[in-house]
Nanobody
Framework: QVRLRESGGGFVQTGGSLRLSCAAS????????MGWYRQAPGKQRELVAS???????DYADSVVGRFTISRDNAKTTVYLQMNSLKPEDTAVYYC???????????????WGQGTQVTVSS
């Protein structure tokens, strides 16, 4: 079983930056990829960024050039550096561990509590 703990959210003004962290504990060795999702009020959860076991990185079109995903060498902590934040980035951000199927990241663990990001206009 994998436990996920996200942190680093907060309240920022448009154009500001935040760095999210996600620590995965438990049976993480069976998963080779990690990803960040977000869910805004009234919307479905969407994939924001993911990184594979071979360090392939993918971003949603809406965050390209503004967000950067990275992880530690142990591959148990994943980060999301978010720059040039916009009000539409407001959401609860979640991480997950999983695998890639073709070009698609598949989350495989139970979701954590997430961390709230609020961007004011």
């Amino acid at each position: 079983q994998v436990r996920l703990r996200e942190s680093g959210g907060g309240f920022v003004q448009t154009g500001g930056s935040l760095r999210l962290s996600c620590a995965a504990s438990g049976t993480t060795s069976v998963f080779n990829s990690m990803g960040w999702y977000r869910q805004a009020p009234g919307k479905q959860r969407e994939l924001v960024a993911s990184i594979s076991g071979t360090d392939r990185i993918d971003y949603a079109d809406s965050v390209v050039g503004r967000f950067t995903i990275s992880r530690d060498n142990a591959k148990t902590t994943v980060y999301l550096q978010m720059n040039s934040l916009k009000p539409e980035d407001t959401a609860v951000y979640y991480c997950n561990v999983g695998t890639y199927s073709g070009a698609t990241f598949l989350p495989l663990a139970n979701w954590g509590q997430g961390t709230q990001v609020t961007v004011s206009s």
